[in-house]
């Protein structure tokens, strides 16, 4: 039997959807704005402890 899809990482997490990686690109840039703009709490998932 194979695995579940999801293994949780939580550095695998931040490294793929942190803020660091969506300030680098235009696309992801434009993400942080679209959530900004609509008053996100948590702008991108919390960093990898």
């Given at each position: 039997?194979s695995?579940r899809?999801?293994?949780?990482s939580?550095?695998?997490?931040?490294t793929?959807h942190?803020?660091l990686?969506?300030?680098?690109t235009?696309?992801g840039?434009?993400?942080?704005?679209?959530?900004?703009r609509?008053?996100r709490?948590?702008?991108?998932v919390k960093k990898?402890?």
């Open positions: 039997m695995k899809t999801y293994q949780p939580k550095r695998k997490r931040a793929t942190g803020f990686v969506r300030s680098e235009a696309s840039s434009k993400v942080l704005l679209a959530r900004r609509k008053g709490a948590q702008l991108t990898a402890q």
